[in-house]
């Protein structure tokens, strides 16, 4: 069966960013009669804002999504991640680290596609015990290559473009890239449709999957919703919060993003209406140009 999964993490309420990625996962699972999950990402505990948590899910619940199974909470699966990190250093792939961001911006000699890779300082020097270190997993000249539905093929040599990186952070939070791994695996997601802006994620989840030995779920990222000034919709942006009336004509405006829906032919008077005309009418990723 497939299984797709909306994220959010609880940072802020929904943007109708957010509400076109979560309308394009929901498609694509329900119209292939899957499931549909629902995940706060609330493992930064520094970022989580008062509330947000409830207010998505109510959001969502208000917009006519309808998910399955209980909503997971990643601030509850901290024995999951633990779980994860220790099975890679039983393998000898993590390691401490304490340097700075300076200190790696003053020592790093080689660019990756997210700035100063990782020069492996703390690998040739172990430090010693330290519980404010942080742990990075160990990166090989490996390719990893994946067939992203939406932006072709990508692919990431991962020492020389990405580098060593941080699994679980020195303040003791697990990054989320283990996290998402995890969760995504336990959960058995199939399919992982998220906004282009993971794009440059994947090949890290797509490593640490096979290092955990987990399948690797198919991936579609579609494009960003952009502000006029060519910003990602974000708090920090200060998208506007969706509208708790107008319902119906925020969703079409969503749906206007989504290249795999048609225009719609008519009217709507009410959510399951709209929504079983969006179920009936989704066109697979890789069919549309
Ligand atoms: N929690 C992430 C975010 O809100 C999304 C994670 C994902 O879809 O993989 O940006
Ligand atoms: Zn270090």
């Not at 901290?78 to 993590?94: G, I, N």
């Not at 336990?186 to 999957?209: C, E, F, K, P, W």
Request: glycine letters at 6%; charged letters at 20%; aromatic letters at 10%.
């Amino acid at each position: 069966m497939r299984i797709g999964r909306f994220a959010p993490s609880p940072t802020g309420p929904l943007h109708l960013g957010s509400l076109v990625a979560a309308a394009a996962s929901y498609c694509d699972a329900k119209s292939h009669d899957g499931k549909w999950l629902l995940r706060i990402e609330d493992v930064d505990q520094t970022r989580k804002m008062a509330g947000a948590s409830e207010e998505i899910i109510h959001t969502l619940e208000h917009y006519g999504f309808v998910w399955d199974d209980e909503v997971i909470y990643q601030s509850q699966r901290t024995a999951l991640y633990e779980e994860a990190l220790t099975r890679l250093r039983h393998k000898d792939l993590a390691y401490r680290c304490t340097c700075s961001r300076k200190e790696i911006a003053d020592s790093s000699t080689m660019h990756g596609i997210e700035g100063a890779i990782y020069p492996g300082t703390c690998l040739a020097h172990p430090i010693k015990h330290d519980s404010m270190a942080a742990w990075r997993l160990k990166t090989t000249e490996s390719l990893i290559s994946f067939q992203d539905l939406v932006q072709g093929r990508i692919q990431h040599n991962m020492a020389w473009e990405i580098g060593d990186f941080v699994i679980k952070r020195s303040d003791g939070l697990y990054s989320y890239q283990l996290a998402v791994v995890v969760d995504d695996a336990l959960q058995g997601v199939t399919h992982v449709v998220r906004g282009a802006d993971l794009l440059n994620s994947t090949t890290r989840q797509i490593y640490l999957q096979q290092l955990l030995g987990y399948s690797t779920p198919v991936y579609a990222h579609i494009p960003l919703v952009l502000n006029a000034d060519g910003q990602k919709l974000s708090k920090q942006t200060l998208a506007r919060s969706l509208p708790k009336d107008e319902v119906i004509p925020t969703l079409l405006e969503a749906f206007s993003f989504l290249p795999y829906l048609p225009t719609p032919p008519r009217a709507f008077k009410t959510l399951p209406e709209l929504w079983q005309w969006a179920l009936e009418n989704w066109q697979p990723f890789d069919s549309v140009e």
